[in-house]
């Protein structure tokens, strides 16, 4: 299976990020695995953002405060990872992930900038 992020390199302080993870080779509905988006900041360990299962059930890391929500689309076979109320913080690598079978397979990161 292969991930591929994709989405805005920089953005601005209190705008909406939007990042995709389109998955190819496997399908997000496979049961048992989970999607999942992670971050690192610069300089700092990685961050558990939230997931979402096979099943569409959806799990967040309390410490974004409810601006991070998770969705997909089956049809596209992706999944997308939305961050509201940017603030510089929130800049990083931000990578999304399949966890099944007591595996993980990363993409390759895509980099996020806040700034204005």
């Known amino acids: 299976v292969l991930l591929q992020e994709s989405g805005p390199g920089l953005v601005k302080p209190s705008q909406t990020l939007s990042l995709t993870c389109a998955v190819s080779?496997?399908?997000?509905?496979?049961?048992?695995?989970?999607w999942t988006w992670i971050r690192q900041p610069p300089g700092k360990g990685l961050e558990w953002i939230g997931s979402?299962?096979?099943?569409?059930?959806?799990f967040y890391s309390p410490s974004l405060k409810s601006r991070n929500s998770i969705s997909r689309d089956t049809s596209k076979n992706q999944f997308t990872l939305q961050l509201i109320l940017l603030t510089p913080e929130d800049t990083g690598l931000y990578y999304c992930?399949?966890?099944?079978?007591?595996?993980?397979?990363w993409g390759q990161g895509t980099l996020v900038t806040v700034s204005s």
């Open positions: 080779g496997g399908s997000i509905t496979t049961a048992s695995y989970s």
């Open positions: 992930d399949r966890y099944g079978s007591g595996l993980d397979t």
């Open positions: 979402i299962r096979y099943s569409g059930s959806t």
